[in-house]
Nanobody
């Protein structure tokens, strides 16, 4: 059974940093494209960062230069380093694993940016 388990969320002040982790129980983790998405109340889920199986990364303009995604295939884990956090980054952050037509989601972890 595939499981994606996020950790590292919490409350942080504006300008602060948080690091999220997603541990995946997936066979052949290295072939999966991994992503972080977020969903704020009343808004659609949106892509935050993505890293493909080859290590190429992409980010939306809203987080570019502040967030960094990375993966450790030996540990079946993907990370999201978030710096210079803003109140508008407040959301539930979800881990995603995808290959071809298969997609898996974690349960989400809350990130709240507030003073």
């Amino acid at each position: 059974q595939v499981q994606l388990v996020e950790s590292g969320g919490g409350l942080v002040q504006p300008g602060g940093s948080l690091s999220l982790s997603c541990a995946a129980s997936i066979r052949l983790f290295s072939i999966y494209d991994m992503g972080w998405y977020r969903q704020a109340p009343g808004k659609q889920r949106e892509l935050v960062a993505r890293i493909n199986s080859g290590g190429s990364k992409n980010y939306p303009d809203s987080v570019k230069g502040r967030f960094t995604i990375s993966r450790d295939n030996a540990k079946n884990t993907v990370y999201l380093q978030m710096n210079s956090l803003k109140p508008e980054d407040t959301a539930v952050y979800y881990c995603n694993a995808g290959v071809k037509y298969v997609n898996y989601w974690g349960q989400g972890t809350q990130v709240t940016v507030s003073s």
